[in-house]
């Protein structure tokens, strides 16, 4: 996320902010964040790695994917789908 922030109001001058933050979680509830469906895919399979060792198991059943702009101009929509868990 990238925000200009006004440092000077008379002058009109801004400084520009950049956050990243690739994951949220809370409890058992787990927010994956990434810009592009490859970027997501891994961490998801590094996710699936982890769960796997410490015995966890994950209901993909019950996991949502939510994309902002998936248009892309001059290329053909991907399949919007991610694999999560074992099955």
């Known amino acids: 996320m990238i925000t200009n922030w006004p440092t ?3 002058g009109n001058k801004t400084k520009k902010l950049a956050h990243q ?3 949220l979680a809370y409890a058992d509830d787990t927010t ?3 810009r592009y469906k490859d970027e997501l895919q891994k961490i998801v399979d590094i996710s699936n790695e ?4 410490n015995d ?3 209901n993909s059943k019950k996991s949502e994917l939510v994309v902002v702009n998936a248009k892309k101009k001059g290329k053909e929509k ?3 789908a991610i694999t999560v868990g074992k099955n």
């Open 56 to 58: 966890i198991e994950i």
């Open 8 to 10: 000077d109001l008379a």
């Open 50 to 53: 982890f769960y796997e060792i």
């Open 32 to 34: 994956w964040i990434a």
């Open 78 to 80: 991907e399949p919007l």
């Open 21 to 23: 933050q690739a994951v």
